[in-house]
T-cell receptor, first 110, second 117 residues
Framework: EDKVVQSPLSLVVHEGDTVTLNCSYE??????LLWYKQEKKAPTFLFML????IEKKSGRLSSILDKKELFSILNITATQTGDSAIYLC??????????FGTGTQLKVEL | DGGITQSPKYLFRKEGQNVTLSCEQN?????MYWYRQDPGQGLRLIYY???????QKGDIAEGYSVSREKKESFPLTVTSAQKNPTAFYLC????????????????FGPGTRLTVL
């Protein structure tokens, strides 16, 4: 059975801290790994990672994939209260189907 | 404005009743998807449709039904056979990716929160 596991399930940090979110997976027909941010309702796309070792960056967010060890991390530096959200990891399987992890609930306090 | 709309935002139903959730998109996307989100379980795929008049079961299709009569619309019916229907339901759409190398971003609607009383 395909499985995507995220850790931690939740964490609380202070503004300015750096956080690392983890995602490990065991899936058949792996194609890519994706990260989404869900603030209130609709998840919004952050990154898609297909190749190992190539870091993707967008502002204070970055992510990298390790296909040998079957995991990915999402880093957020200099966190702000606006980063508070659920961060979802998903693995793309055959076709355009996604298997999602449980999500990490991040809360950034002043 | 292009996007995906879901209605209603909140829905209450009595046990044993069927209920239909609406999803409409004006992005001209071929593919549409329904997910269910429960606390601590992330999103799970219920049904998806690659093209009009065609749809496939996802990972948790039991107790649900869909139709795809128009490209813009992909309604989901939660039937009385669904044992635990209370959840947050998200609809998404994308260009359909064919072949091993293709992927097209899925755009999500704002969701419908269904509560069974």
């Amino acid at each position: 059975e395909d499985k995507v596991v995220q850790s931690p399930l939740s964490l609380v940090v202070h503004e300015g801290d750096t956080v690392t979110l983890n995602c490990s997976y065991e899936v058949t027909n792996f194609r890519s790994l994706l990260w989404y941010k869900q603030e209130k309702k609709a998840p919004t796309f952050l990154f898609m990672l297909t190749s190992s070792g190539i870091e993707k960056k967008s502002g204070r967010l970055s992510s990298i994939l390790d296909k040998k060890e079957l995991f990915s991390i999402l880093n957020i530096t200099a966190t702000q209260t606006g980063d508070s959200a659920i961060y979802l990891c998903a693995v793309l399987r055959g076709g355009n189907k996604l298997t999602f992890g449980t999500g990490t609930q991040l809360k950034v306090e002043l | 404005d292009g996007g995906i709309t879901q209605s209603p935002k909140y829905l209450f139903r009595k046990e044993g009743q069927n209920v239909t959730l609406s999803c409409e998109q004006n992005l001209n996307h071929d593919a549409m998807y329904w997910y269910r989100q429960d606390p601590g379980q992330g999103l799970r795929l219920i049904y998806y449709s690659q093209i009009v008049n065609d749809f496939q079961k996802g990972d948790i299709a039991e107790g649900y039904s869909v139709s795809r009569e128009k490209k813009e619309s992909f309604p989901l019916t939660v039937t009385s056979a669904q044992k635990n229907p209370t959840a947050f339901y998200l609809c998404a759409s994308s260009i359909w990716a064919s072949g091993a190398g293709g992927f097209n971003e899925q755009f999500f609607g704002p969701g419908t929160r269904l509560t069974v009383l």
